[in-house]
């Protein structure tokens, strides 16, 4: 199956005390997004970045898509935030809004894509009256809030299941739509999950933690390769 697939750093990982020369140097490095966590102590037990930090990288971009993934609740007024500061992509939990399809609708008329984002528990059934309005459909392969856990295994047949309905949809309406995994990905492992169905891969740690992150994402890459 030749897809292609897409690496999006997530600068979680990154050194925050010089993160405009580290978003330039994954992109140096091959980036195809850059994956922005967001994280609000309060959805999850975790605090980091906001739209001010999305701002100040946006002009360290270039024409590289900025993924924003949204942990925090509620959604609306900070996704609106995003849209300018100039997210690309603005993916949120649906357990995190009261109005999905609202939710949705705003991230859009704002000029962004849109994203859903499934916790390893929540049921697919968020995509039943949603799909036709996304452009990409997130799984975490961990639980969210903390970078550099352990992938959970129990996600691959959710994977091929979210393929499934989105080769549905895309046959319906010729709409693309992106399949993007976060959590616990790396060299040995993004096969499979790519296997499964998978498009688009968040990788932090396995990056950022790396001593050559062009290393580290050429090596995912050569694993790709391989399907
Ligand atoms: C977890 C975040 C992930 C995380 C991925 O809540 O959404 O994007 O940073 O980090 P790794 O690749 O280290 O699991
Ligand atoms: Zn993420």
Redesign the pocket.
Known sequence: MSRNYQIAP?I??ADFAKLGDEVRAVIAAGADLI?F?V?DNHY?PNLTIGPMVCTAIKPHVGNTPIDV?L?VKPVDAVAAEFAKAGASIISFHPEASEHIDRTIGLIREAGCKAGLVFNPATPLSYLDYTIDKLDLILL?S?N??????KFIDGVLPKIAEVRERIDAAEQRTGRKILLEV????KADNIAKVAAAGADTF?????IYGAPSYANAISSMRAALARI
């Open positions: 997530s979680l990982s994956h966590d994280m999850v993934h942990m975490m961990v969210p809030g903390f970078g550099g856990q976060d959590g616990g990905i968040v990788a932090g740690s396995a």
